[in-house]
Nanobody
Framework: QVHLVESGGGLVQAGGSLRLSCAAS????????MGWYRQAPGKQRELVAI???????NYVDSVKGRFTVSRDNAKNTVYLQMNSLKAEDTAVYYC?????????WGQGTQVTVSS
């Protein structure tokens, strides 16, 4: 089992920045992909950004150039730096890691961007 603890959400004005963190514990060996998804009210959960153990990154088009995903393997932590936030970024953000074909989710952290 992998346990994920997220932090860093909150309320911010449009144009502002937030940094999300997600620390993994438990059976953390062989974690491959770490990343973030989000779910806005009335919408399906969508991938925001992921990073592989080799450092390859992938972003949804709507956040490219504004968000940066990174990971600290020594701390088993993945980060999401969010800049130039927009009202449409408002959602619950979920940390996700994949380990040996199994996907694990954090509890979610609310990000609210006021316009």
């Amino acid at each position: 089992q992998v346990h994920l603890v997220e932090s860093g959400g909150g309320l911010v004005q449009a144009g502002g920045s937030l940094r999300l963190s997600c620390a993994a514990s438990g059976s953390i060996s062989s974690i491959n992909v770490m990343g973030w998804y989000r779910q806005a009210p009335g919408k399906q959960r969508e991938l925001v950004a992921i990073i592989t153990s080799g450092g390859n990154r992938n972003y949804v088009d709507s956040v490219k150039g504004r968000f940066t995903v990174s990971r600290d393997n020594a701390k088993n932590t993945v980060y999401l730096q969010m800049n130039s936030l927009k009202a449409e970024d408002t959602a619950v953000y979920y940390c996700n890691v994949k380990r040996i074909g199994i996907s694990y989710w954090g509890q979610g952290t609310q990000v609210t961007v006021s316009s």
